[in-house]
């Protein structure tokens, strides 16, 4: 079961005409709108970070008493009230720092702790260079915080430049007129920062209360329409966990002298004396700084740029969360669109300004994602711990070996048609299914993996919806223990399940009779040009493949087809009559047996059918005395059983096996049920094979 409350949280600051706080407030004084209507207050709550002891008992909290220590590193339930308290990040960028700038920054917030930190103030480190690292949690212990800044060097950061783009005109001269177009590096570069803004929003997720991020940069520079979509995506993760960013441009107050800096090689060009050398220096600061102002106005927070004295935005953020209002409402806007959704809050005081984001982006939904918003989600439900089930799927596999070493695994995924939505003939275009799927070494190491989208054929009929649909693939794997587990979306409505199990791909080099998988199929179809040509396939006979059965449900006017193969059976030396032809039918007419070759092999088989413990029909045996897959040193079997003799109802498949030179046995069984024919108006199953 699915439980889904979409809360929208709105914190407002009121300030009176001399800029003093407003604490007295209630839930009935404020109106909130959005898009224009009016939207339903549903919770309420007052947070008075300046004193304690004198906070407003709230009404219906938003936050309850959830706390939060180790909330950025463990998931587990926090254990120290967030009520009341100034949440601030400081996010240290260090990708694009030079060493004076890290000094410069790490020195502003150290002056800070020590001079202005309050003790409602929490305050956690997170850095980024070669990778995130969060260097300290949510505290308000003073020296905690100082012994990490102080860990910070000016060796930390990585000094990258923004690049060029294609243009050596007004480009430093550093002997070659050649320069190369990095638009793509600024864009990974830009994509980088904005992600882990997000995945840092999305952990302080867990408090309900107004966080702060203090975002120490030199600059995010943009170009192209992905950097656009992690913005969003960043704004959007932002103001659902109800996070205000801050940024600070450590490079200060700049001078752009027309010639470069001294420290700069002279510029390419003409550049340095028609102006054009400042006029670009100009634009790719501003360019630089855009995005910050951005992250800073979608979110509620405040950018600092221009300024050496960083002390500003410590003071700005403290202003900010002295006191606030939190308000939630449910939106009756149901759509999920993805759109940007103005906001507008009134109270009922006059003479009264209040403080509060714009707007917020809706969430979207299955009909509103991109081709690569898809893409992600299904990628996250393969890695989800708790899987979608919305979608039934079955599945089944089974090995053959290629080799000592090589095992062929084949999965099977079998969908009802009672899932699929696409029925109708204007559907036929859109009808598809994702398929995505992986295999992993004793449930930890990824050795497989697999992506495909089917299309399905729909008719007029709605035959579709009497009728399976199944998806074959393989992998080559090594004896051992495997967990697997595959993602299906049928891609109308988005619905998603999941099917994971565990396989076991035995050594057969240890065990007596060395057997593969028995196959139970009731279809036989004409192999299609990929499973023919794409090497070893173990079901594919005479350009003719066998669809496994995975649910062993047969109806009486069906055909039982099995398929196993036996490796390496022990070679005799004495002669006897055999039957060299594996490749029998049950019903057969016993024909002379022609006199065995040298060192042959002698194999016999047989079919059982129980029916609660009692033996109700029994094949005649076949018996092989030759390899007819010598490469693979194995023999293969393939019979074909009319079921029709039988009556409705569940029975046990043994199958006998004895390898008679070497006096080695095996009696696999399978339970499988034997239903009535179905009408002609039910249909048989459809199958879509893949590999």
């Not at 704004?235 to 107050?253: E, F, H, M, Q």
């Not at 953020?317 to 149901?334: H, M």
């Not at 919806?465 to 299906?488: C, E, W």
């Not at 059982?608 to 693979?632: M, W």
Request: aromatic fraction near 8%.
């Amino acid at each position: 079961m699915h439980v889904t409350s979409e809360l929208v949280l709105v914190n407002v600051v009121v300030r009176d005409k001399k800029g003093n706080l407003i604490r007295d407030l209630k839930r009935e004084d404020f109106t909130v709108s959005e898009d224009t209507k009016r939207q339903t207050v549903s919770t309420f709550d007052f947070e008075n970070v300046d004193a304690l002891a004198t906070a407003g008992a709230a009404e219906q909290t938003v936050s309850g008493a959830a706390g939060f220590s180790n909330i950025l590193k463990n998931t587990s339930q926090p254990t120290m009230d967030a009520r009341d308290r100034r949440l601030m990040l400081l996010f240290f960028d260090f990708s694009g720092m030079d060493p004076e700038q890290i000094e410069r920054g790490v020195d502003s917030a150290k002056k800070f702790v020590q001079t202005k930190m309050l003790p409602a103030d929490m305050i956690a480190l997170v850095s980024l260079s070669a990778n995130m690292r969060v260097d300290l949690d949510f505290t308000d212990d003073k020296a905690k915080v100082l012994a990490g800044l102080s860990a910070y060097t000016s060796s930390q950061g990585q000094g990258f430049d923004p690049g060029a783009e294609g243009s050596a005109e007004g480009g430093a001269e550093t002997g070659g007129s050649f320069t190369a177009d990095d638009t793509d590096y600024n864009t990974f570069t830009a994509d980088r920062k904005l992600l882990a803004l997000q995945s840092i929003m999305e952990g302080l997720g867990k408090i309900s209360q107004k966080k702060s991020i203090i975002y120490f940069s030199n600059g995010i520079t943009q170009s192209g329409t992905d950097n656009q979509s992690a913005l969003r995506a960043a704004t959007a993760a932002a103001v659902k966990n109800n996070v205000s960013i801050y940024p600070l441009d450590v490079r200060g107050l700049q001078a752009f002298p027309p010639g470069g800096e001294a420290r700069n090689a002279s510029l390419h060009g003409q550049s340095a004396y028609n102006g054009n050398a400042v006029f670009n220096d100009l634009n790719s600061n501003a360019a630089s700084q855009e995005t910050l102002s951005t992250l800073a106005d979608d979110t509620g927070g405040t950018a600092f740029f221009d300024s050496n004295d960083f002390s500003g935005v410590f003071s700005q953020v403290q202003k900010d969360t002295s006191a606030y209002y939190v308000l939630g409402f449910t939106s009756t806007n149901g759509l999920k669109d993805g759109r940007f959704r103005h906001l507008k809050v009134t109270a009922n005081r006059p003479d009264v300004k209040l403080e509060y984001r714009s707007g917020y982006y809706a969430g979207r939904d299955f009909q509103h994602l991109n081709r690569a918003d898809r893409e992600q989600q299904i990628g996250d439900e393969l890695d989800a711990e708790l899987p979608q089930t919305d979608v039934a799927v079955y599945a089944g596999a089974a090995y053959f070996r290629q080799d000592d070493s090589h095992y062929y695994l084949g999965v099977s995924l079998v969908i009802p048609g009672s899932q699929i939505p696409f029925v109708q003939a204007k559907d036929r275009d859109n009808a598809t299914i994702d398929i995505i799927g992986t295999v992993q070494a004793n449930g930890k190491l990824p050795v497989g993996h697999m992506r495909d989208t089917v299309k399905l054929a729909v008719d007029s009929a709605q035959q579709v919806r009497r009728k399976n649909v199944q998806y074959n693939t393989a992998f080559i794997l090594a004896p051992g223990s495997y967990h697997l587990k595959f993602v299906v979306r049928e891609n109308q409505s988005g619905r998603m399940g999941s099917f994971e199990t565990d396989v076991q791909i035995p050594d057969l080099r240890k065990v007596p009779v060395r057997l593969s998988s028995v196959v139970l199929s009731s279809q036989r179809v004409p192999a299609t040009g990929g499973a023919s040509k794409k090497g070893f396939h173990p079901l594919v006979q005479d350009q003719t493949e066998l669809v496994p059965n995975i649910t062993h449900v047969f109806t009486r006017d069906q055909h039982l087809y099995l398929q196993y193969e036996v490796y390496d059976p022990t070679k005799g030396k004495k002669s006897a009559p055999t039957q060299a032809n594996a490749n029998a039918s049950a019903s057969a007419e016993t024909k002379p047996e022609p006199k065995p070759a040298k060192d042959a092999v002698r194999v016999l088989t047989s079919i059982e059918f129980l029916q609660n413990g009692t033996k109700v029909y029994e094949s005649k045996p076949i018996v092989a005395s030759e390899l007819n897959a010598p490469e693979r040193k194995a023999v293969v079997f393939q019979i074909d059983l009319p079921l029709q003799s039988l009556k409705p109802g569940f029975y046990t498949c043994q199958i006998n096996i004895i390898d008679d030179n070497s006096g080695n046995f095996a009696f696999p069984r399978w339970p499988i049920l034997v239903k009535e024919t179905a009408p002609p108006s039910a249909g048989t199953t459809s199958t879509t094979a893949g590999n």
